[in-house]
């Protein structure tokens, strides 16, 4: 599997975009589904997508006139990225350094724990 690369808040409010799209889409089209008081101009939009096309992230389909932007990468499979670099950045690698914070700050429900227990006996 190839290596994901970081993207950046801007570059994921776009991806989301893409993925929510489930199908290729123009730039015209994530402009018109930024969300409201967004007002990034076509040029920032198209500088946006050349960079997550070098980190590999999309690739682009000319059709006519117009690019077609599709995901590389599952949102999931980018997520996983995310987390195991989070873990990794913040826990020094240590899941169990993070699973230890949760518990410690009160964030993990009784119904939390249950349902982590079950799936750590699967």
Same mark, same amino acid.
């Given at each position: ?8 808040? +801007? ?5 989301? /975009?893409?993925?929510?799209?489930? %199908?290729?889409?123009? &730039?015209?089209?994530? @402009? ?33 006139? +117009? ?5 590389? /990468?599952?949102?999931?499979?980018? %997520?996983?990225?995310? &987390?195991?670099?989070? @873990? ?35």
């Amino acid at each position: 599997m190839k290596k994901i690369q970081q993207i950046s808040d +801007a570059e994921k409010q776009i991806m989301e /975009i893409i993925w929510e799209a489930s %199908r290729p889409v123009t &730039t015209s089209e994530i @402009i018109q589904r930024l969300p409201e008081g967004n007002t990034w101009k076509q040029n920032t939009v198209i500088t946006f997508l050349a960079r997550l096309m070098e980190k590999g992230i999309i690739k682009a389909i000319r059709v006519g006139k +117009a690019n077609h932007y599709e995901p590389c /990468i599952t949102e999931q499979e980018y %997520r996983n990225f995310e &987390t195991r670099q989070f @873990i990794k950045d913040v826990h020094k690698g240590s899941v169990l350094g993070l699973i230890s914070t949760l518990c410690d700050s009160g964030d993990l429900t009784r119904e939390d724990i249950e349902k982590l227990m079950k799936r750590l006996e699967e």
